[in-house]
């Protein structure tokens, strides 16, 4: 047992790409995104509920997940609107791109950091709550970024 | 070129109409402690910047992003028995010269101080660069 220290830097690390492979945390081919402020995993299933006459409590059951992965960053500009050296779709386009294009990005999250052996979560979905803002007092752009998963996390160990 | 040095120039081209007030390139202390600008009134001196690194948002992968908080004071001293002519345009003049400086935010607060015979003017200007 032991608890994920994240304080060191680049231990959170969320990476995108145009397949699984592009998007996994241990190669270099996708789109690493900078400038994380925070990072919430969403797996929120749903729960129906109903109570019978010879029960003094209600019963339930869960219902197939909603998945998103939301987060706040630091608009880097190669990263929101593309950085056009690299190959990879995803990476290529940017964050603004994927969204504004409706492209499927498949992402790998590592909890900590891109090095073997760590636990992460993986799947696909799109890209979406784009909402870049600035004011005098915090003059850096930040936007909200949320992917909408569709389907399920995977969650596997790094090789 | 700095920031004071730019402010030098904007105050000295503000002001540049009234010409009962001067503008000086030197600190408004000499070395032996002597405030400058109430030995010579109607001198407008600009003092050293102080420059503060305060973080603007901290990140996942301990990126640097800082903004800088520069604070420049500048003194004004005339003779507190006869108020000088164009004394109040030349006050919003060298207030209006924040504008001339490149930053996100400009700021510029006034305050006065009677002293003996002499009303003394300091100008606190706040630059904030990304």
Redesign the interface.
């Known amino acids: 047992m032991a608890v994920i220290n994240t304080s060191a830097g680049s231990k959170a690390v969320l990476v995108l790409g145009a397949s699984a492979a592009n998007a996994n945390v241990l190669a270099n081919t996708g789109l690493t995104v900078p400038y994380m402020q925070d990072i919430t995993i969403n797996n929120s299933t749903g729960v129906f509920r109903w109570k019978t006459l010879d029960e003094t409590a209600e019963s339930a059951a869960t219902t197939p997940a909603t998945n998103q992965v939301t987060l706040n960053v630091v608009v880097d500009d190669k990263a929101f609107f593309g950085n056009v050296s690299l190959t990879d779709a995803v990476a290529n386009t940017g964050l603004y791109g994927c969204s504004k294009n409706k492209t499927r990005v498949y992402f790998e999250i590592a909890f900590n950091g891109r090095t073997a052996g760590q636990n992460y979560l993986s799947g696909s979905g799109f890209i979406s709550g784009l909402a870049p803002t600035v004011n005098p007092d915090a003059p850096l752009w930040v936007t909200p970024v949320t992917i909408e998963v569709d389907g399920d996390f995977g969650s596997d160990v790094t090789l | 070129m700095s920031i004071r040095n730019d402010l030098i120039t904007a105050i000295g081209n503000r002001i540049a109409p009234y010409s009962n007030f001067r503008l000086s390139s030197e600190y408004p202390t000499s070395p032996d402690g002597t405030t400058l600008y109430t030995k010579n009134l109607r001198t407008f001196y600009v003092d050293q910047q102080q420059p503060a690194l305060v973080e ?8 640097v ?1 800082d ?1 800088t908080e520069t604070v420049i004071n500048v003194y004004m001293a005339h003779d507190a028995k006869t108020e000088p002519g164009n004394i109040t345009a030349t006050i919003n003049a060298a207030m209006l010269a924040k504008n001339n400086i490149s930053a ?2 400009s700021t510029v607060d006034v305050t006065s101080q009677i002293d003996s015979d002499m009303i003394t003017y300091t100008l606190e200007y706040n630059f ?1 660069t ?1």
Request: glycine share 0%; net charge neutral; charged share 15%.
């Open positions: 603007i948002f901290s990140t996942l992968d301990n990126a992003l903004k996100v935010s904030t990304v």
